[in-house]
Each structure stands twice: as structure tokens, then as C-alpha cells.
């Protein structure tokens, strides 16, 4: 059989029922790799295919890691993770493909514990219901459109707010079934303009998504949060630092909204938290003051806007070195119409006056100046002479720019703001009637009548948690994975002339484990130690010549929520059970080392991988 159609084979059978000269041959294959089972507690093919496809695909390259970034780590280094065919594309190989499903298994978790639904919907959706919401022309969102040869456009779905919507709309549901709560985790398609950082931000991506529907603003409300405590949890277990930040709700609507994070210099979302309150906001929704002996700006710009109904001009003045911030505009006008700052300032001006200047008498005027402004700052003509006075309102001292590092927090007024860069890898929205309103979608109510269902949406970057996290944890070493997405939580690596028997036996006593053992006899002892760490596994277990003695390499990053000063679990433990369970620690050169006795190895690894 030809190696081409030996794989074939393999990936099609997919398990450990057909032995004899298929694992001969994965034994004398470069690089293969065999693991011990934990439901079966047989070997299985599949992690035999992920280092031999590493073998085969990729070019083994150990200085990757000093001179290029984390896709190029995934992708080049001998690893087996992903394969990128295009910019903004990616195949996931079975080792990465590992490291996904398992982030998949803990975000499902937690949506199944508050009450999730999980569905999938289609990929492709329809141009009808996005026009109905307006947002099919929205042409940064939607350029992956497809036509059916007969003029009936469709997109390749960046999101389901208008499938999920008409389903529930056309399935006639009452108050009983409510609240409802439903989840997918699927692939994703967005057009990027510059696809870049690999799984950060590509053309396709796989998501969850989830879509509340209650009866009213506060059940809405209260499955917004109970999601969002949902979100914390699965967080928590990815074991990385994270933030949760109070956000701008943008093109998907809604007035609430939260964005996750993990905070990396390489993050493209910018994040202010005070010093005082700890409030974390994205740069969009920070509201900051200037310090108090801070000068005032010379000279300032404007910004023109309407409200709802045109009736009222809204002047917005700001210094003219600052970013303005429409969102801020918004908390102090509540009617305003956003789109009318899109507007150049002789349109907006055009459709106010309406049709002559006898109207403009009995029209309203709001001046807004930014707090960094006073008496001194030298400010542009007002657009308007007709008026009266008395019909205008002027409101000082508030923010309406992008704050800067070292300023007040708007929220307390006490502390200061730090930035920092993060990458969002989560989004959560209050959406009301956004979605509800103008596709109709209603509930019959208990008086047999009909009420808007309320929403809240919910995001998961599946795919760009995979690629954060390596970028997070990486080292000159390789990749580092928490315990908890990890491939293999434990790397067996045998020294040479060590029986059968033996490796046996340890594989038994880890088998509450999923293991990776390298057999490839070509392969020195310690260049297996070395891959074992390239691949980011979090124990590496050396079996050698003190057995019954194992030793343990710690490999992965410590975690523990914030402000937890306790000592580590597998701390207390060493102090109290080091004479008991015969086991040492020692670290040197940053690298931690655990020797223990065989009987016990399975009580120090659990308490080992707890943290990690």
C-alpha cells in the first residue's frame, strides 16, 4: 500500500481496531507518535497522524522563534497545528484542531449550565433579511456575497442576528417558551481588507454565537448578565488573564454591551483602566477628564449633528488635537441622529434650515464644549446668524474626545487611566428590539396578544482564542498551552534502554491523562524532551534510570484569579506530603523539576495541573 493511500486508510478508520502491519508501519514512520487512550484505554491512530502530518508538512525550523510571530510558530515549526493556504484562510491539522475542540468543550460547558440551546444555522443567508434590519448595506461587513445565477443574492453569514430572528419569528412562540436561549459555534466569513496575524484576524474564523429572546427589557436584561457570568467562568478556565470592558455596541445595535479581552502588546483594541475604580472601558466608550492643572486648548474644531426630528443643531467643540468621540456625544443628547454626523458641516447645515431662514426662528440650538475648553479657546464661526437667543443651551465641561493616558476616569473622578492593548476575543450586547422591531418577530403574551420579543447576542472568537493564547504564552522554548486546551496534558518521554515493561507501567499510571509519547527511536532522549516543550505541552514525565522515581518538567504558566494571594495548592502540598509521597522539587534556571515516587505520581500531577 502506497504512503499516500496508507493515510487515506488511516484517517478513515479513525481508531484502534485495526492493528497488526498498520501500527508496524506507524512505528517505522519518521516522527510517529502513539497515546494511550483515556476512555479506551488502547492506543489510538489519530495522535500517530498528528506528528507524522507535522513530519510531512511542515520544515523543521528552531530559530522561528526568535525572529517571527505566532502564526509563523503555528504554522513552520514542525508543529502540526495549522496550515494557512491563503492570507485570511486556515487548515486546522489535528493538533490544532485538538486545541479547538477543547476550547469548543468548555465554552459549550458553561452555555449548557445556564440553559443554552446549541443549533446550527446555514452559512449562507439570504439579502431579503438583511435588508429588512438595513444592514445588507452595510459593505465593510458584507463583501463575501453570492449570487444564485438568478438575482436572488446571498452572503457567506459574518454573523446570524436576522436567521436566528426569523426562525424564532416563524415558530410562533408564546410566553411559555420564554426565555429562550440559543447557541452555535460554527465558521464565520468577513471580508478583511489586510487579513493578518494568522487566526487574529482572517477572512474566515470559527465563532460561537448565541441569541437570547425574553418577554421584557428586564428578563433581557438578567439573561445579559447571567450570559456575561457565563462568560467569566469559561474565561476562568481558559487559565490566561483577561478583562472584562464596557464597550460601544456598533453595527450589531443594541445600547449595552461588553467586550473580553486579553491584554497583549500585540493587540490591535485599545483599553483604559483606572487606578481607583478599576472600571475597564475600550478607548470608544472611556470617558476621561483632563488633570487639573492641565492648560486649555487654544484653539478648537467642531462637529455638527441633528437630532431625530432636525429641529435641533447640535455644535460639539472640541481641541483640535484630539480624536473626537461620537459615542460621548450621544450620553449628552440623547436624540441624536448618529448618521447625521457622517454629514459634512454645509449638508448638516443645509437640512436644518430647511427652507428659508423665517423657520430657523422657532428652531433649537445645543452647544456642547469639551471639558479641555474655556473662555480663551479661540473657537470656529458658528454656521447660523439667525436665531434667538433664548432657544439656545449650552452644556460645559464634558468629555467628547478619546482619552489619554494619565488622565481622570470620568466614572470616579479619582483615580487615573492606564492603556493598555488587547486583543477582544469576546462580545456581549443587549440588543432590545434592534433585530425584533423591523422583522416583526413577537411573542403571544398570557391576554392572548402579541409583544416585541426583547434580544441580547453574545460572541465567542473560538478560533482567535487558539491564536491569542499562543501568542500570550510563547516562549524562545515554543508554545505554552493552559492544562485545560492543551493536546495532551502530559508528555511521556523514555530514556534509552528502559524495558517495556516499565514504559507500560507509567503509561498506566497516566492514563486519567491524555499523553503524548514520542517513539520514534530516531530521535535522541533529549531532542524529545525538546520537542515535547516546542509542542507546549504542560508536564513533561521522564521515565529513566531512577524509576520508580519520574521526574516532572514543568512546562506550563501558573494561573490564578486576580487578587488571590493564597500559596498554590501543589505548594501546600509539597511542604506537607514531601517525606509521604517521596517527592522533591528543585528549580534551576527557571526551569521547575518535581521527582517523585511512581505510586504517587498521579496525586502530584493533578495538583500540578490544577494551576497550569
Keep these: 500500500m502506497s504512503a499516500s493511500a496508507k493515510i487515506s486508510y488511516l484517517l478513515q478508520v479513525g481508531d484502534s481496531n485495526h492493528d497488526g502491519d498498520i501500527w508496524k508501519w506507524l512505528d517505522e514512520t519518521p516522527g510517529s507518535v502513539r497515546v494511550l487512550d483515556v476512555v479506551s484505554g488502547r492506543d489510538t491512530v489519530e495522535p500517530a497522524l498528528d506528528q507524522m502530518l507535522s ?22 515549526s514542525n508543529l502540526g497545528y495549522i496550515n494557512q493556504p491563503s492570507a485570511g484562510t486556515i487548515h486546522w491539522l489535528p493538533l490544532g484542531l485538538k486545541v479547538l475542540k477543547n476550547v469548543e468543550t468548555i465554552i459549550r460547558d458553561e452555555m449548557d449550565r445556564v440553559g443554552g440551546e446549541e443549533f446550527s444555522l446555514s452559512s449562507l443567508s439570504s439579502r431579503d433579511l438583511w435588508q429588512q434590519t438595513g444592514r445588507w448595506k452595510n459593505t465593510e461587513l458584507f463583501k463575501m456575497k453570492i449570487n444564485d445565477g438568478e438575482n436572488d443574492d446571498f452572503c457567506l453569514a459574518p454573523t446570524h442576528e436576522e436567521e436566528i430572528t426569523n426562525l424564532i419569528k416563524l415558530a410562533n412562540v408564546n410566553y411559555k417558551a420564554l426565555p429562550l436561549l440559543t447557541y452555535q459555534i460554527t465558521r464565520k466569513y468577513r471580508f478583511e481588507k489586510r487579513p493578518r496575524g494568522g487566526l487574529l484576524r482572517g477572512r474566515e474564523f470559527v465563532m460561537k454565537d448565541a441569541y437570547s429572546f425574553d418577554k421584557d427589557h428586564n428578563g433581557a436584561i438578567e439573561t445579559f448578565d447571567k450570559v456575561n457570568e457565563a462568560y467569566y467562568k469559561i474565561f476562568s478556565r481558559l487559565k490566561v488573564p483577561f478583562e472584562r470592558a464596557v464597550a460601544d455596541s456598533g453595527d450589531i445595535g443594541g445600547n449595552l454591551s461588553q467586550e473580553w479581552h486579553f491584554v497583549n502588546p500585540v493587540g490591535e483594541d485599545l483599553l483604559y483602566k483606572c487606578t481607583h475604580c478599576s472600571t475597564v472601558s475600550n478607548v470608544e466608550k472611556t470617558v476621561a477628564l483632563p488633570l487639573d492643572d492641565s492648560p486649555p486648548a487654544k484653539v478648537a474644531k467642531v462637529q455638527y449633528a441633528l437630532t431625530q426630528d432636525n429641529e435641533t443643531l447640535v455644535a460639539a467643540y472640541y481641541p483640535d488635537d484630539r480624536v473626537f468621540l461620537p459615542n460621548l456625544l450621544k450620553d449628552q443628547v440623547e436624540d441624536i441622529d448618529m448618521s447625521s454626523l457622517l454629514l459634512s458641516p454645509e ?49 460645559t465641561d464634558v468629555p467628547l474626545v478619546e482619552a489619554r493616558e494619565g488622565e481622570i476616569c470620568g466614572e470616579c473622578e479619582e483615580g487615573t487611566l492606564t492603556g493598555m492593548n488587547a486583543i477582544e476575543v469576546g462580545h456581549t450586547f443587549y440588543l432590545g428590539t434592534r433585530y425584533s422591531k423591523p422583522m416583526n418577530a413577537r411573542y403571544a403574551t398570557a391576554q392572548n396578544t402579541s409583544e416585541l420579543l426583547e434580544m441580547g447576542c453574545y ?47 507509567a503509561l498506566r499510571l497516566l492514563s486519567p491523562w491524555k ?9 535522541g532522549f533529549g531532542a524529545k524532551i525538546i520537542n515535547a516543550k516546542m509542542h507546549g505541552i504542560p508536564i513533561v514525565a521522564v521515565v529513566g534510570k531512577n524509576w520508580p522515581i519520574v521526574e516532572l ?32 522539587c528543585e528549580v534551576n534556571n527557571g526551569v521547575e523539576k518535581h521527582f517523585v515516587q511512581k505510586d504517587r505520581i498521579q496525586d502530584v500531577i493533578s495538583l500540578l495541573l490544577k494551576d497550569l
Excluded at 522554548?477 to 517495556?500: E, F, H, K, N
Excluded at 499523553?515 to 530521535?523: H, P, Y
Excluded at 511542604?575 to 509521604?580: H, L, V
Design 515 to 523: 499523553v503524548m509519547q514520542d517513539q520514534n527511536e530516531k530521535t
Design 55 to 76: 513530519h510531512w508538512c511542515f520544515q523543521r525550523n528552531h530559530g522561528l522563534w526568535k525572529k517571527s510571530g505566532i502564526q509563523r510558530c503555528l504554522e513552520r
Design 459 to 505: 460572541g465567542i472568537g473560538v478560533s482567535r482564542i487558539v491564536g491569542a493564547i499562543a501568542q500570550m504564552n510563547r516562549d524562545q522554548q515554543g508554545l505554552v498551552w493552559p492544562s485545560t486546551i492543551a493536546p495532551y496534558q502530559v508528555a511521556l518521554v523514555v530514556a534509552p534502554r528502559v524495558d517495556s515493561q516499565t514504559v507500560d507501567d
Design 553 to 584: 518538567e514543568v512546562r506550563g504558566k501558573r494561573w490564578k484569579p486576580d487578587n488571590d494571594e493564597t500559596p498554590y495548592d501543589y505548594e501546600i502540598a509539597l511542604q506537607q506530603k514531601t517525606e509521604e509521597w517521596g517527592w522533591t
Design 347 to 395: 449638508e448638516v447645515v443645509e437640512r436644518f434650515q430647511g427652507e428659508g431662514d423665517e423657520e430657523l426662528i422657532l428652531k433649537k440650538f445645543i452647544r456642547i464644549m469639551d471639558a479641555r475648553l474655556n473662555d480663551s479657546t479661540d473657537l470656529p464661526d458658528f454656521p447660523i446668524s439667525t436665531f434667538q437667543k433664548n432657544n439656545f443651551t449650552l452644556i
